[in-house]
Every structure is written in structure tokens, then in C-alpha cells.
């Protein structure tokens, strides 16, 4: 990956180790980004602004209109997507000391003010990530359009059996907070870095064993459409999800540890699918011959169908109670 720094207003020595630091991913944001930076308050010690290859140049505009001395610009020489800038500043972060690193869409549909809220919970070491959530105002949920509920629906659903925090909804919300001690034991070059970023970063959180809570807030739309499309990720995000749930239950279950609930999903499994064939088999051979099957072999097609279910049922429940709450953060830096 090729970056360029650009101007920095300030002192770099300036930020103060252990604050927060912002990041901002900026691409095609011309028309917010100065606000955005104007409404971060003082308890933020430095902010990282990363022009991701803008069309708009919206790093120059930074660098000739943003007098704020907490400000440092960095230019992508191509475009990396949301997740490519945003790992560039996590990374600029952590070299730099930074505490908790909140990540700040530049388009303005975020509320600088609530970072205070976000970074509450890391602070306080209660969490080790925190999140917003668009959907615990039911009168804001009633106002979207029906297709953004059924697609975040869908895509948070996949997104808790992915990454294992069923506790957790929203998973495309981009308004992040993370402590930097964590943010370095993730393997960042892995980390998927388009749309996919901040649901694959949940993926990589869940295999170190990380606390993520939600936080809600609200989104404030203004007329620019967003870059993201859910009936066109849906699919696209369906096959990555599979692939990372495939990846944590065997690195969960098989690998780190292996418990009842392991045994519970490979009889759930084996018994579903025999269930499943079996019934199948003789249910096109009773089709061929036009023979009514028998109540025996009726009955076992649907038992074994019927247990595995519940021995996967099973492992579900165990699995949504072992979501990680004792955070990770405070043990690496102890």
C-alpha cells in the first residue's frame, strides 16, 4: 500500500499519549468534512484524516481551510475503500500512543458530539469496541424505508452467527470506537477493506475474544446518496458471512477448545443431513413406483431430521451465551 503525508497544521508531538484519537476516511465528503472536524470536541487529542484517492481532493481542501493543530492529513495514492483508510489511521494511530480510536465517517451523517458516548464504555473498561446502533428509536425505525430495515435485518442476523455477538445489532453502522491495545493484536492486513470492513472487523474481534457493545444513536441523512446499496451487498455479504462462520466455529470449537456443545453440532449435523437423504431417497422412490412410503420409514426420515435440529438448536443457545464479557483490553495493558 502506497501512502503520501500531506501538511500537518500541527505539532505532531502535540497529541497527547494515551488520548483519543479520530479517524476519518474522506472520499467524495468535500461538502462536510470541515464540518465534521469543527464539531469533534476537545476531548479528542488528534485527528487523522485520510483522503482515500478523493476525486474531490478533500485532504488539500483539510490542509488549505482546517486550522484546527490537532489535524494530520494522509493521502492514499489509489483508492482503498472505507477499510484501507481506516486501517491506515488505525495504524498511524497506535505508533503515534493513542488510546481509543474512533473511527468518523466524513459525509456529516454522524454527530461528532456523540463521541463522548462512544468512547464511554472503553474508558471505563467495560468494552473493548463500541458501535452505534441505528435502530433502538422505534419512531426513527418507522421513518426508513422498509427495504433498509428488511436488508439490515438480514445482514444482522448474518452478522451475529459470523461473528458470534448476538448481542449486537446494526453490524454495517460505521461509527466505531476502539482501544488501540486491541486494535494491535488484530491482524489488520486481513481485515476485509470495502463495504464489508466493519462487519469482517466483528469477525476478527470475536476470535481474540473482545467485548463490543452498542450504543444508540442516530443517523442524520442529508440528500448525497450513500455508496452503500443493500440489495446489492446482500448476496455478496451472505457468501462472506458463511465463509467467516464456517472459520469461527472451527477455530471456537474445534480448535482453541472443544466442549459439548461441539459434539452437539457434529451429531446435530449428521443426523439432520441423514434424516434429510434418507427421506429424500425414498420419497423419489415412492414417487417412481406411485407406492405410499410406509409409517416406519416416514418416521425415520423425521426423527433423526427432528434431533439434529434440536442438537443444533442446542449448540445455538450455548453459543449465544458465550458471547466474550470480561474485555480484553486491561489484561494487555497490564
Known sequence: MSEKQGRNPGNPSAATPGGIAVVIPCYKVSRHILDVIRGIGPECGRIYVIDDA???????????QADDPRVSVYYNERNLGVGGAVIRGYRQAIEDGASVIVKLDGDGQMDP?????????????????????????????????????AGNLVLSFMAKLSTGYWSVFDPTNGYTAIHASVAARLPLDKVSTRFFFETDLLFRLGLIRAVVVDIPMDAEYHNELSNLR????????????????????????FLRDFSLASLELVVGIALSLFGLAFGFRHWMQSYKEGVVATAGTVMLAAVPFLLGMQYILAFLAFDTASSPRDPLHPRLDG
Open 54 to 64: 478523493c476525486p474531490e481532493h478533500s485532504g488539500r481542501l483539510v490542509e488549505d
Open 113 to 149: 458530539r456523540r463521541l463522548s458516548t462512544l468512547v464511554r464504555p472503553i474508558l471505563a473498561g467495560r468494552a473493548d469496541y463500541s458501535k452505534g446502533n441505528r435502530f433502538y428509536d422505534l419512531d426513527r425505525v418507522r421513518a426508513m424505508p422498509g427495504v433498509r430495515i
Open 230 to 253: 443493500i440489495r446489492t451487498v446482500v448476496g455478496e455479504f451472505a457468501l462472506k458471512h458463511l465463509r467467516n462462520a464456517w472459520k469461527r466455529i472451527v477455530y471456537s470449537y
